[in-house]
C-alpha cells in the first residue's frame, strides 16, 4: 500500500454538489436561486400549491358532487357473513358485540345488515339498519331483527 491508491472509506462521501461555494464551483454566485426577487431572499416559502401567478390546479379543476356533512356511515355486513358467523361458533343471535368480537365492526361503527348471500338458519339479529331484502330473508326463516 502507498499513497498513490488511498481512497475514502465506502459510503463516507457524498455525491452531491455544495452551491454557494465560489464561482469555480459552477454553483456559485447566485447559488440556484436565479436573480432577484423574493425567491432569491433567505426565509422565502411559498404557499402549498401556489404556481408563480398562474391558476393552480386545485382551481382549475371542476369540482363534482356533494358530500352531506351529516352523512351517517354504516358498516356493511352480508347475509352470508352472518351464516358463516352462525355456522363457525354454532349461533342462534347475533348482536354488535357479536360483530365487535369477530372483527367485522369496531367500537364506534353503526352496522348495516345487507341481502347479499342467504341464511339458512333461524337467528335473531341485532344491528342498527336493515335493507329490505336482507329483513325478509332473516323473517321468513322465523328470524327476528331488532334496531339498535
Known amino acids: 500500500m502507498d499513497l498513490s491508491n488511498l481512497q475514502p472509506a465506502e459510503g463516507s462521501t457524498k455525491n452531491r454538489k455544495r452551491i454557494g461555494r465560489g464561482t469555480g ?9 436565479g436573480h ?6 433567505s426565509g422565502y416559502k411559498s ?3 401556489f404556481e408563480g401567478g398562474q391558476m393552480p390546479l386545485q382551481r382549475r379543476l371542476p369540482k363534482v358532487g356533494f358530500n352531506p356533512i ?15 358467523l352462525a355456522e363457525k361458533y354454532n349461533l342462534t343471535s347475533i348482536d354488535f358485540d357479536t360483530f365487535r368480537e369477530h372483527g367485522l365492526a369496531s367500537k364506534n361503527d353503526l352496522v348495516k345488515i345487507l341481502g347479499r ?3 339458512k338458519s333461524k337467528l335473531d339479529v341485532k344491528a342498527h339498519a336493515f335493507s ?8 321468513a326463516l322465523g328470524g327476528a331483527i331488532v334496531k339498535l
Do not use: F, H, M, P
Open 36 to 41: 432577484k426577487g423574493a425567491g432569491s431572499r
Open 117 to 119: 348471500g342467504e341464511v
Open 47 to 49: 404557499k402549498v400549491g
Open 132 to 139: 329490505a331484502t336482507a329483513q325478509k330473508a332473516i323473517e
Open 70 to 84: 351529516n352523512r351517517t356511515e354504516y358498516v356493511g355486513v352480508n347475509l352470508d357473513a352472518l351464516q358463516a
Open 25 to 33: 464551483s459552477g454553483r456559485g454566485g447566485t447559488s440556484t436561486r
